[in-house]
């Protein structure tokens, strides 16, 4: 190519260090992508950065795409290459609950349930966590939910003893379990795989730059290989500068339980049932109305192409 591709991270964050590490041991340049990754602005834009020209591909969410699938059935935005197969987020409560079940949440006609911080930084968590509500024969209404703040402030909540659990994601789980503030209750990633975070472009890119798109899964599938044959501690140094307030240490704790418990993606195809699952509950919590078709919304021969080529 005459210039490297604008490739826009969502936000800085724990869970894409497959993306990191991917650009750190030069697996996309060796693909045969030259690569520029830039952040965006605000993880709202992310999507629209592609739309109007500010970036060539981005990392993020497939719930974007269908939320602008929802909003304009001629959206030319597409999916491809599933990085974050499982959710990210964890319930961290005060006290130890080893045994947790969703129904402990519940609110009864005798005490209410454990205050609960949602995490409503993006809107994905609470979808999710309402979907998993309600195929348990919980209604999401029937939990004693705190008002809605950011995830630092709930874990801020949560240490002062105003609430019970959080909804969070790392750093914010080790931080609390690590300072002996906080105790692992459930990790949503247990629910299985379900598209959480890819590559997406727009449908013009991904035909006019194939090879490109190639080559971004061909890079990825390197480092996802990489991320399950080497240490936590040896992947914690390599992508170390991407989090510089971070102890490497804590990085590589983040790291071993993110992978341990089913986050990453081993493979970067994006099969429709883990697109279906996640829409499914975007449509149960009434964020999308639109019953987006997967071959509208992801483009998995790319994936498929890469990884015969």
């Not at 602008?68 to 990085?83: K, N, S, T, W």
């Not at 454990?114 to 024969?137: C, H």
């Not at 931080?175 to 997406?200: E, I, N």
């Not at 035909?207 to 990825?220: D, F, H, N, P």
Request: proline share 7%.
């Amino acid at each position: 190519m005459s210039r490297p591709i604008v490739l826009f991270e969502n936000m800085r964050a724990v869970p894409y260090v497959p993306f990191y590490l991917a650009a750190e041991r030069g697996d996309w340049a060796r693909a045969g992508a030259e690569v520029r990754i830039e952040t965006s602005p605000d993880t709202s834009q992310t999507a629209a950065a592609l739309l109007d020209g500010r970036a060539d591909v981005s990392w993020g969410g497939p719930m974007r795409v269908m939320l602008h699938h929802d909003a304009d059935r001629d959206c030319p935005l597409v999916c491809f290459g599933q990085v974050v197969s499982g959710e990210p987020f964890v319930l961290v409560g005060r006290h130890a609950n080893p045994e947790f079940r969703f129904a402990d949440l519940a609110n009864s006609p005798d005490w209410p349930g454990p205050r609960i911080g949602v995490a409503v930084d993006v809107p994905t968590p609470w979808m999710t966590f309402q979907d998993d509500l309600r195929r348990e024969g919980i209604d999401p209404a029937a939990i004693n939910r705190a008002p809605d703040l950011p995830m630092a402030a709930n874990v801020e909540r949560l240490e002062a003893g105003k609430v019970d659990v959080v909804q969070v994601f790392e750093p914010y789980v080790d931080r609390l379990v690590a300072g002996g503030r906080g105790h692992v209750w459930h990790r949503f990633a247990r629910r299985g795989d379900m598209s959480y975070t890819s590559f997406y472009t727009t449908r013009r890119f991904a035909e006019e730059q194939r090879e490109t798109c190639r080559a971004l899964v061909r890079g990825i599938a390197a480092a996802q290989r990489a991320l399950f044959a080497e240490t936590a501690d040896g992947i914690a140094a390599q992508v170390a500068g991407w989090f510089p307030d971070f102890e490497t240490a804590a990085l590589a704790r983040m790291i071993e339980g993110y992978r341990s418990s089913g986050v990453w993606a081993r493979s970067p195809e994006l099969p429709a049932g883990t697109f279906v699952r996640l829409k499914a509950s975007l449509l149960s919590g009434g964020l999308i109305a639109y019953d987006v078709p997967y071959d509208r919304a992801v483009d998995d021969a790319i994936t498929v192409e890469a990884l015969a080529g």
